[in-house]
């Protein structure tokens, strides 16, 4: 079991950026898909983007696509979230997620994952 720590949320103006980290518990780190997710006031979780075990490869909703980018670093347990030109839309509490599962396809991880930090808000002013 992996237990998940998120930081760096905070509130930034329209256009700004924000780096969100999330730290992982465990010597297993790199056996797993980590992944970010978001839930916005009144709507439900969604998707924002995911990799692999390696770092190699990534996948990420169309609604953040060129403007976010994750990383990891399995030597530090670390996967982080680089936030660019952010919008007041994108205005959400951000939850860093695991998942020991290896998949093809990265898409699969959009329907959920197995492990769940508390979250971290994000606030986006116009």
């Known amino acids: 079991q992996v237990q998940l720590v998120e930081s760096g949320g905070g509130l930034v103006q329209a256009g700004g950026s924000l780096r969100l980290s999330c730290a992982a518990s465990?010597?297993?780190?790199?056996?797993?898909?980590m992944g970010w997710f978001r839930q916005a006031p009144g709507k439900e979780r969604e998707f924002v983007a995911v990799i692999n075990r390696g770092g190699g490869s990534t996948y990420y909703a169309d609604s953040v696509k060129g403007r976010f980018a994750i990383s990891r670093d399995n030597a530090k347990n670390t996967v982080t979230l680089q936030m660019n030109s952010l919008k007041p839309e994108d205005t959400a509490v951000y939850y860093c997620?695991?998942?020991?599962?290896?998949?093809?396809?990265?898409?699969?991880?959009?329907?959920?994952?197995?492990?769940w930090g508390k979250g971290t808000l994000v606030t986006v002013s116009s």
């Open positions: 465990g010597r297993t780190f790199s056996t797993y898909a």
């Open positions: 997620a695991a998942d020991p599962r290896v998949v093809i396809n990265l898409e699969f991880y959009t329907r959920g994952m197995d492990y």
